[in-house]
């Protein structure tokens, strides 16, 4: 029983969400099945906007998969140089590409099992384009919004994507996995944002259990940075504060110079030497003076 009213909640929730977005749609530009399987895996590590500027060029110089399998990697890697790790993409792109020619005459295949063996494809990527080039996905792609809002929403308590996806996949329906994807990741980037979400203009702010105290959720901690500027502790022994790598230096400057003769006071002329010779007797007598015979 409790499971079916969750199952009803998560639905009312998402059915809301898609009525907040309903232009949510995969924002990487592409004509194919093969432009969308290329841009998604260059847009690993950066931004869709990113990859939009740089397809057109690529994709007009090598339109399929034979034309880029015997692309020369120098010639693509001035292509994409403005995407992170473009040698990386570089080579993913190009390998699968000859893969395709290789194995499939040249055409993207239909399943998740047969996508994932291309270089650079993982689970994410193969569903992006079984879901939206053949509207046939196998699983839910989970990015750092979907895995942010899904928990915040309470959809899951999992941290590691995989397990995320079993949960909304138990979730959801099949035909609404590929919605779910884009659905989150449009109200991440308007709305429920990683930091300063703006939940007082979040449409399921009175389901959310997160409302207005989502900044904490769905984010890694961050890191403890130590203090430059703070003293280094001394350690302590048995014999004493151990001394430091200055301190050592520090005495042995100091025994040296004390051996060269270094800081001791000199006669600044011959008539100050002539006193000192002098006192030195009379002080002599003086204590003789006072001894009893």
Known sequence: ???????????????????????????????????????????????????????????????NAEALSRAEPGDVEKVIGSLGFFRQKTKSVIGLSKALVEKFGGEVPKSLAELVTLPGVGRKTANVVLGVAFNAPEGVVVDTHVQRLSQRLGWTKETEPEKIEQDLMR??????????????????????????????????????????????????????????????????????????????????????????????????????????????PRKKASRNAGVRR
């Open 171 to 280: 979730l959801f329906p099949r035909e609404e996995w590929d919605a779910i994807g884009h659905t989150l990741i449009f109200h991440g980037r308007r709305i429920c944002t990683a930091i300063r979400p703006a939940c007082a203009a979040c449409p399921v702010n009175d389901v959310c259990p997160s409302a207005f105290k989502a900044e904490r959720v769905g984010r890694k901690p961050g890191r403890i940075r130590s203090d430059s500027r703070a003293p280094t502790k001394t350690t302590a022994t048995k014999s004493g504060p151990k001394k430091t790598a200055a301190s050592k230096t520090a005495v042995t400057q100091k025994t040296a110079a004390s051996k060269s003769g270094a800081g001791k006071p000199r006669a600044t002329s011959p008539a100050a030497t002539k006193t000192t010779a002098a006192t030195k």
């Open 1 to 63: 029983m409790a499971r079916s009213r969750a199952l009803l909640e998560a639905e009312q929730t998402f059915a809301r969400l898609r009525a907040a977005h309903p232009d949510a749609k995969t924002a990487l530009d592409h004509r194919s099945p093969f432009e969308l399987l290329v841009a998604t895996v260059l847009s690993a590590q950066t931004t869709d906007v990113n990859v939009n500027k740089a397809t057109p060029t690529l994709f007009s110089r090598w339109p």
